[in-house]
């Protein structure tokens, strides 16, 4: 790779700016094999994939539907182009995992509805959205019935935009029928144009940074020469040839029977680790191994009844037959009601969870939030598996998230079950930390030296009980709060100045600088220009707390400050002074009124 990491005026090596010579030739195959009208590669990820979708379908003042569930790169594009964000909420259960936006969150009516009432009304140049954009699937493996989505968005938005970074495997396996954004062959028009940005460096075999946006034309075609203007706004005069040549072997991969196979592997491999953990969990049950706290393990979310879909009887999930969860989309879905997943009455067969993507769960809390009296808190599992050589994906207060991508074995998630079964052989024996983590006992003695595991973990699963952080967690996210301004305009504002830090104790009342994300679950709960309200400051409070009663667990919130640099010390947030601009200054200020 470092012989052939090539300059841009090696002429047989065509351009990435112009889509010429090879690198086109490769995406005209990609747009092929992905169902797409025409396919760009970028060298940037999927944040910069994102951000050139905004930029090439809307500008300042247009009404844009906006996934409050999308990724920060989507809210970085609002502050770039100047759009108005209209949100739509999705669902969320008692373990904090995010579900889909409800279907009749998208009718015509309810999206009117969210329009004439937001207090951004004012900046749009007009009512009617012109592009809408969607998480799919989920961070947690929640993937849309598309055509669902497409028939209802697509009766006020002539442009979907589906951000399916985690999702670039699904047009090969028959499993996902109709859940990923190119769905439709290729020449239909009569629905909205639909376009799709993927990491292809995620779950497919491409190197880090590569992803692909997909175009399918509809009834609003985007030109693809204008659309490449935004293109060559993110893209680097000098890309990295090897990334580019790692979406086209990605793509290779993918076409034909390939794609099906790999894909199925993966599929297989999930469902078997998923048929373990539930069998290992009934043996220890069966045998009372927990010591004092009685028998416990990892529960895994997924249904525990399954409707045959051949006879229609209902059977565990452990009685249906590997080959028949690895090509039945049924014995996925999301039935309403359904009290395993926590979502309420959601539509018939509009939700599927993704068998690859794999949520455990750690003792304490049920899918309705209601915490119990003894449980152990996700993050000391995943720090464990860390000292194995095991990442997680996404660790919950609760939950453990891992991806069963292309080239997972048996062997793999064997070390992960082999792991899983030391901690439970360590907490079950009252381990003291320095043997479990002799780093932290070094780092933090005074504080953890003569701990043992689950000592920690009931101190840590007490702090939860005590201030309540999964409601509070909970409560944050149902709230939207009231924006008092484009995000375009306040990060305006925090160029300029306008702004000051405050301890986090402060912030109510006054509206956000910068956006603020906390990890997990990594989706913004404040944006620039939004109030702070109530439910948020108890909520990052509660987060300082933890931070500073547990040094070496500390969160990661993107857009907050750290007194002195120390987790423990303080959280701050840059916020927007009383009398900060209200209305994009210069040239960007046409069309726009005063309040």
Known sequence: MLRSDLSISVTEL?????????????????????????????????????????????????????????????QHGLSMTGSIPVYLRPLRNGYGIIGPIALDQLQPAAIDAAITSTPLRRYMNDEAPVYAVITNSTYDGLCYDVEAVDHALGERV??????????????????????????????????????????THKLLAALSQASMIHVRQGRKPIDRDRFNEAFMMHASTSPQYAIIASNDVSTAMMDGASGVSLTQESIQEAIAFRKTMVRVGREIIKRDEGGSRGPWWFGVWQPDVIVDPVGGDECDFSAVSDEVLGREPRCWTLAPGA?????????????????????????????????????????????????????????????????????????????????????KTLYDRDAPLREVFPDLARAHGDRYGALTLPMLGDEMHAFML???????????????????????????????????????????????AVMVVPYPPGIPILMPGENVEAAIVEYLEALQAFDRRFPGFAHHVLGVALDGGERHSGYRVSCLLDDATTVAGGSAAAGRSEP
């Open 14 to 74: 065509g351009s990435l700016l112009d889509h010429s010579g090879v690198v086109g030739a490769a995406e005209d195959y990609a747009a092929r094999v992905f169902g797409a009208d025409f396919s760009m590669f970028v060298t940037n990820g999927t944040s910069t994939s994102n951000k050139i979708v905004l930029h090439g379908c809307v500008t300042q003042g247009d009404a844009v539907l906006i996934d409050r569930n999308c990724h920060k790169s989507v």
């Open 158 to 199: 002539d442009r979907i935009h589906f951000d399916e970074a985690w999702f670039a495997y699904a047009r090969f396996n028959p499993l996902y029928a109709g859940r990923y954004g190119m769905y439709r062959e290729s020449g239909d028009s009569s629905g909205p144009t639909v376009l799709t940005t993927q990491s």
């Open 339 to 423: 009290a395993w997943h926590g979502f309420g009455d959601l539509a018939q067969g509009y939700c599927m969870l993704d068998p690859i993507k794999v949520t455990l769960l750690t003792p304490g809390i049920d899918s309705l939030g209601e915490l119990a009296t003894w449980g152990i808190p996700a993050e000391l599992v995943s720090r464990f598996l860390e000292t194995r050589g095991i990442v997680v994906e996404k660790t919950g207060d609760y939950t453990l998230l891992f991806l069963f991508s292309i080239g997972i074995t048996r062997g793999k998630w064997g070390t992960l079950v082999d792991a899983l079964f030391d901690f």
């Open 466 to 512: 005590e201030t309540e952080l999964p409601r509070k967690l909970e409560r944050a996210y149902e709230t939207l709060p009231e924006p008092v301004m484009p995000p375009d305009v306040a990060y305006e504002n925090l160029v300029r100045g306008k702004v000051r830090m405050l301890p986090v104790g402060e912030m109510a009342g006054h509206a956000s």
